[in-house]
């Protein structure tokens, strides 16, 4: 039962390293927190399509509702003139807004609340199968989810390496070296979607959003190249949640609270030692 446990944690955590690194490099990094709250509307839509929280209509209507918030925020601060923060504002509070309602007029009538859509339940994921009597039943549904969205990942990250780092760095740059960066920008928000949603059950659309900014900004702080910012992002995912999982154990914790808690506190040090030091060992983006 521990097993599937951190397992699943640690691949969310793998996923949300990668996309974390893109958005922090991007100065969007709060686009994650737009994005896991306004999946909400479509989350209330495919339950009452599909009747179930965990069944293939939830992920892609879920999935749909996270990236039109993403891009919602990109055509009014882009083609309305309306600043970044501000349509990253709007567009987060009126699609979370509207799936509070939604999912408060369904009443007591379905297995739906807000509180399982904010916080998640991590202890339950070993409990969680989709019982179809064949192999798919061999590991529990949630994750199944994250093993096949860490999949796509790698693919995408092995064909597109080269243009990834480009984009994440000088847009300007890859613009003119004709390289589609508006295609590689909406991919890479079209997976984060994914891993969002394949996380928010789990660990709730708070804690995802944790994952996805602490280990990528600690990284931030201690790398050199991109290379290391990515592989130290996924180590501090990984670290936070090996130790986070003990100290749940230990003193009777929520373990995804106390994991994201301890990715906030390595994240501290991690400040505090660059802040003190001052060794100019971090780099910034270039844009």
């Known amino acids: 039962m521990t097993l599937f446990i951190l397992a699943t944690a640690g691949l969310l955590a793998f996923q949300a390293a990668l996309g974390g690194s893109f958005l922090v490099l991007r100065r969007s990094a709060m686009l994650t ?31 749909v509702s996270s990236f039109l918030s993403a891009y919602l925020i990109d055509f009014l601060s882009k083609f309305a003139g309306i600043w970044f923060e501000a349509s ?3 567009v987060f509070t009126s699609l979370f807004s509207i799936g509070i309602v939604l999912v408060t007029a369904l009443g007591g009538n ?24 064949s192999w798919y039943d061999l590991l529990p549904l949630p994750l199944w989810n994250q093993i096949w969205v860490s999949l796509v990942w790698i ?9 990834l780092k480009i984009w994440a760095f000088d847009e300007g740059f890859c613009r ?7 295609s590689l920008r909406r991919f890479v928000l079209a997976l984060t979607s994914m891993s969002i949603v394949v996380g928010f059950d789990a660990f709730g659309a708070v804690l995802v959003v944790g994952f996805f900014i602490l280990p990528a900004a600690t990284a931030w702080l201690i790398s050199q ?4 910012m990515l592989l130290n992002s996924i180590s501090v995912g990984l670290i936070s949640i090996a130790l986070g999982y003990g ?25 505090f030692w660059y802040y003190t030091k001052k060794s100019g060992s971090g780099f910034r983006p270039t844009h």
């Open 33 to 63: 927190d737009a994005m896991a709250h306004s999946l909400l509307p479509g989350l209330v839509l495919g339950y009452l399509v599909s009747g179930s929280r965990s069944g293939p209509e939830i992920i892609f209507f879920a999935a």
């Open 88 to 90: 990253t504002g709007f």
């Open 110 to 133: 379905v297995d739906l609340d807000a509180d399982c859509i904010l916080y998640g339940e991590l202890l339950y994921v070993p409990f969680r199968y989709s019982y179809t009597h």
């Open 155 to 163: 693919v995408f990250l092995i064909l597109k390496w080269k243009q």
């Open 176 to 182: 003119n070296a004709g390289i589609a960066h508006n």
């Open 225 to 228: 190249t991109w290379r290391a």
């Open 247 to 271: 100290f749940a154990l230990v003193f009777d914790w929520e373990p995804g609270p106390s994991m994201v808690c301890l990715s906030g506190f390595i994240f501290v040090v991690a400040a």
